[in-house]
């Protein structure tokens, strides 16, 4: 790559990550190209070198977050056996990237819960590709926890619902409350796991 190449590719990353910062604070909706060309010191001619619309950003960066999670899930389904093991790996795994990737894990989550507010047809299209996409594959890996008599018969894509509300707006909190510390990561996620399979009674 030469110094040209390397410019173009700093200028890029750098108008990502102003755009990150105000969509994760104000949301797609409520976020100015301007406010992204102020943030990242560049001009807006400079920002339409690289991108056609503020939509056409705030999808580069949703795409790239899903598929840093994808990529995720693959590895812990690589080394995991049973649910229970891929639940605790997946949970400490996506704390760990809330806490390391804040801006990230905020926008993915507003954009989860408030799809209409981006106004995108295109961006909802992603989110419910993905989303379709997890839930076939989390039915599937928890259908041979049921044949391996490891979790009951139960309908599964009401539990991966309530599991993705309750999980995510729970990590949320850890998040913004200032409790998400490193060292008590696996921690949070032990809890979260003997809840889901255990529940809270005597």
């Known amino acids: 790559m030469n110094r040209r190449e390397r410019e173009k590719l700093f200028r890029k990353h750098e108008i990502i990550k102003a755009a990150l ?6 949301g797609y909706k409520a976020t100015t190209l ?12 400079t920002i339409y070198n690289y991108f056609s619309s503020k939509e056409e950003i705030y999808t580069e960066i949703i795409t790239s977050v899903i598929e840093q999670h994808q990529i995720i899930i693959r590895k812990i389904d690589e080394k ?5 093991d891929f ?4 949970l400490a795994s996506l704390i760990r990237f809330s806490r390391e990737n804040k801006e990230s894990f905020l926008l993915l989550l507003f954009t989860e819960i408030h799809q209409s507010f981006t106004a995108s047809t295109e961006i909802s299209r992603i989110m419910d590709n993905n989303k379709q996409k997890m839930t076939e594959f989390f039915v599937q890996k928890a259908s041979k926890a049921i044949e391996n ?9 009401r539990v991966i619902r309530l599991f993705r509300g309750l999980g995510f ?17 696996q921690e949070e996620a032990k809890f979260i796991t003997d809840i889901l399979f255990n529940g809270i009674k005597y």
């Open 169 to 185: 707006n729970y990590i949320y909190d850890l998040l913004v409350s200032g409790k998400l510390k490193e060292e008590f990561i």
């Open 80 to 84: 995991t056996v049973t649910l229970h």
């Open 21 to 26: 910062q105000i969509f994760a604070q104000k």
């Open 149 to 157: 008599k490891e979790i009951r018969d139960v309908d599964l894509e």
């Open 34 to 45: 301007d406010e992204i060309a102020e943030k990242s010191e560049f001009g807006k001619g």
């Open 87 to 90: 639940v605790e790996e997946l």
